[in-house]
């Protein structure tokens, strides 16, 4: 078979560089596979995964066969100089020393030399592979056998430290978020059995131990669970679950022996989709990487043909001109030259962004959008769900003196339990169990205005003050001046009082504006609920920017407004109602993502926890990654413009050259995985 190169979106090749090599053996590491110097060397490279087929020998030792190359190369380099300089040997001359020095190169070069053919076999001429291969076998040319081993061993050591710097990167984040158990206990006959994760059938009762990761997605048969849901949202804090609430996979139980019926297969669970996200996050690339791409393909011939410019063009105008010293000059140019700092730190600082996001709970379904959120002006949000709770409460219940607090309320409870709106289940989470000895004759709900049934031989209404107003029931307050909900209440013809219900703002929310607002950035509150309730919530939180009443074509021209003024604007919101929105937004963040699969395939952004404190984190992320990103390219280019000025002037040698090229790389990897340390 012949080989497939890889192109992404722009039609950048993605296989035979040396960023590719590097991802594909820190892979090779993850999965305890043997690392091969090249990705390239194989007729099916688009087939390598996990079950490619592949008579893969499993080896335990790979990080130290990484560095064996090196120790040997570095052994025979400095056995070599110690004879050259130290303990000269009569028989250390002539062709044994060139032997003994090729023989030092060979285990560090042969992998590199090989890669450059390949590369230029299958198209990709200008590679980092060819830029090495030219200055060490130009040094070794011009007689300069020891630099020449040298240049080729550092570059050796900081791939290695390159592949290990990605291979932790990688495990990091998929440590934090596989955290499926390979085994649980399933109960089939009353009989408890061990069973692997991936074999057990939706339907089937998981038994979870006090300490326990549940394994896959289910429903909590017992009455009550807490768990650690840390692995999914990044919060430690415990989470009570009651019996018949969703339980997913990873979730830790804290408490005693509970039971799970399984309802999601183990690969369609959400931690293996959002393991999955992450994991092809890296795809989606930033125009700062998509740009470096592009520039190392143009970069890296101009600076073959000015390497060559260096040693041939002194002829005409040097009168002393000597060969050797130029050629040299031309060599150390392009070792100075060799993109590695760029190609391999960039990807690595915005994997690592996405790693220390999903930690935290959040995550960026590219790198592109990591940037584009550090940048953002505006953060648009919708009210319910996002800065409230979603879940309407009683607020308040004001009743008329004469009337019997208990028996009134447990008259409307009842009552109540006749409809499926949220009002009903707010008054009955607020009141408690329905009082059975309530009889109600003539149950009939009137559409727009609420319930009325007969009770004891009288009238009970609850529902809106139209209700009472058809019934001719007179009361003595000004709906208007209410902000809440309203429901009113009258027995026996008698108005009785009334009950508000609300959607509760969540707790964080009051914090997160605060952040938004010291962070510069302008917020505004879209909602289609009643204008009185919206201000009310924005008033409290201290949004200047809110409107209520708005469908859906309502959001799209006012976040249409905001970009009329050629500004940024991050939509927050449910992900799907909104899709609209969402689609017009430059990042769509969703909150809700444990509560909806269609939520994290639509949005750009997913929260998982429903906490709103998470978009100021979000923000912070992806400004913190793009200033490390910025951070390796200004000093990658600093340093390397300053000592090839230097090493075309005559003023630099090979061994600054290496710290230009493999030192900056260095550099810039431990800059780069500096992130994924930072809390945010």
Same mark, same amino acid.
């Given at each position: 078979m012949k080989h497939i190169h890889n192109y992404d979106a722009q039609g950048k090749q993605l296989c035979c560089t040396e960023e590719e090599k590097i991802n594909y053996q820190a892979d090779a590491l993850i999965k305890n596979k043997p690392v091969k110097d090249t990705c390239c060397a194989t007729d099916d490279h688009d087939q390598h995964t996990d079950d490619d087929g592949h008579d893969h020998a499993v080896s335990s030792d790979n990080n130290v066969k990484l560095f064996l190359p090196a120790a040997v190369s570095f052994i025979a380099l400095l056995t070599a100089l110690i004879l050259d300089n130290y303990f000269p040997q009569t028989w250390f001359t002539g062709w044994v020393r060139i032997a003994w020095y090729v023989a030092a190169y060979l285990p560090v070069g042969l992998p590199v030399l090989k890669e450059a053919v390949e590369s230029i076999t299958k198209g990709e001429v200008f590679s980092e592979f060819l830029l090495m291969s030219i200055a060490t076998i130009g040094a070794f040319a011009i007689g300069e056998y020891p630099e020449g081993v040298a240049v080729m061993l550092f570059y050796s050591v900081g791939e290695v430290f390159q592949t290990l710097a990605v291979k932790r990167a990688k495990t990091n984040i998929k440590t934090l978020l596989d955290q499926r158990p390979d085994e649980v206990t399933v109960l089939r006959n009353n009989q408890a059995m061990t069973l692997k994760a991936e074999i057990v059938s939706i339907g089937d009762i998981i038994q979870l131990k006090a300490g326990e990761k549940l394994g896959l997605d289910g429903e909590l048969l017992s009455e009550t669970a807490s768990f650690n849901t840390a692995a999914l949202t990044g919060e430690s804090k415990p989470d009570t679950k009651t019996k018949g609430d969703s339980v997913l996979a990873g979730m830790i139980n804290l408490n005693a022996v509970s039971q799970v019926k399984v309802t999601t297969a183990y690969t369609d669970s959400k931690l293996s989709r959002i393991l999955e996200l992450v994991q092809n996050a890296a795809a989606q690339k930033a125009p700062t990487e998509l740009f470096i791409r592009k520039f190392a393909k143009i970069y890296t011939p101009i600076v073959v043909a000015l390497a060559v410019a260096i040693c041939v063009v002194p002829y005409v105008f040097v009168e002393t001109y000597v060969f050797s010293e130029w050629l040299y000059r031309a060599l150390i140019f392009l070792v100075i030259s060799c993109p590695c700092a760029l190609v391999i730190s960039i990807p690595l600082g915005y994997f690592g962004g996405i790693g220390a996001a999903s930690r935290n709970g959040i995550l960026f379904k590219g790198s592109n959008f990591l940037d584009t959120i550090s940048t953002i002006q505006n953060v648009v949000m919708d009210k319910t769900g996002t800065m409230t709770e979603g879940?309407?409460?009683?607020?308040?219940?004001?009743?008329? !003196?004469?009337?019997?607090? &208990?028996?009134?309320?447990? +008259?409307?409870?009842?009552?109540?339990?006749?409809?499926?709106?949220?009002?009903?289940?707010? *008054?009955?989470?607020? =009141?408690? /169990? *329905?009082?059975?000895?309530?009889?109600?004759?003539?149950?009939?709900?009137? %559409?727009?205005?609420?319930? $009325?049934?007969?009770?004891?031989?009288?009238?009970? +209404?609850?529902?809106?003050?139209?209700?009472?107003?058809?019934?001719?029931?007179?009361?003595?307050?000004? !709906?208007? #001046?209410?902000?809440?909900?309203?429901?009113?209440?009258?027995?026996?013809?008698?108005?009785?009082?009334?009950? @508000?219900?609300?959607?509760?703002?969540?707790? /964080?929310?009051? +914090?997160?504006? &605060? @952040?938004?607002?010291? +962070?510069?950035?302008?917020?505004?509150?879209? %909602?289609?609920?009643?204008?009185?309730?919206?201000?009310?919530?924005?008033?409290?939180?201290? *949004?200047?920017?809110?409107?209520? /009443?708005?469908? !859906?074509?309502?959001?799209?021209? $006012?976040?249409?407004?905001?970009?009329?003024?050629?500004? @940024?604007?991050?939509?927050?919101?449910?992900?799907?109602? &909104?899709?609209?929105?969402?689609?017009? %937004?430059?990042?769509?963040?969703?909150?809700?993502?444990?509560?909806? /699969?269609?939520?994290?395939?639509?949005?750009?952004?997913?929260?998982? &926890?429903?906490?709103?404190? $998470?978009? !100021? #984190?979000?923000?912070?992320?992806? $400004?913190?990654?793009?200033?490390? =990103?910025?951070?390796? *390219?200004s000093l990658a280019f600093g340093v390397k413009a300053i000592v090839l000025i230097l090493g075309a002037g005559g003023l630099a040698t090979m061994w600054e050259a290496v710290f230009a090229d493999v030192g900056v790389a260095l550099l810039a990897i431990l800059n780069a995985v500096r992130i994924q340390r930072m809390k945010f």
């Open positions: 879940v309407f409460k009683v607020q308040e219940v004001n009743l008329k !003196p004469e009337v019997n607090r &208990d028996e009134i309320l447990k +008259l409307v409870n009842a009552l109540e339990s006749q409809s499926t709106h949220p009002v009903a289940t707010a *008054i009955h989470q607020y =009141v408690g /169990d *329905i009082d059975s000895s309530i009889t109600l004759n003539n149950v009939e709900e009137i %559409s727009g205005h609420g319930l $009325k049934a007969d009770v004891n031989g009288k009238a009970l +209404l609850v529902g809106n003050f139209r209700l009472l107003d058809k019934y001719a029931v007179a009361y003595d307050i000004d !709906p208007a #001046t209410i902000v809440y909900t309203v429901i009113a209440i009258a027995y026996d013809h008698k108005f009785a009082g009334y009950i @508000t219900i609300a959607d509760s703002i969540k707790e /964080d929310a009051q +914090l997160t504006i &605060d @952040t938004l607002k010291k +962070l510069g950035i302008n917020i505004t509150m879209l %909602s289609g609920d009643k204008s009185s309730v919206v201000q009310f919530v924005a008033q409290k939180l201290g *949004i200047t920017n809110a409107f209520g /009443d708005l469908l !859906p074509e309502d959001k799209v021209n $006012k976040v249409k407004e905001i970009k009329a003024r050629n500004e @940024t604007v991050a939509f927050v919101g449910d992900g799907v109602n &909104d899709a609209p929105v969402v689609a017009l %937004s430059d990042v769509g963040i969703a909150m809700g993502g444990l509560g909806s /699969d269609a939520t994290i395939e639509t949005a750009d952004v997913v929260i998982q &926890d429903d906490k709103p404190g $998470k978009i !100021p #984190t979000a923000i912070a992320i992806g $400004k913190q990654t793009k200033r490390i =990103v910025w951070q390796n *390219i």
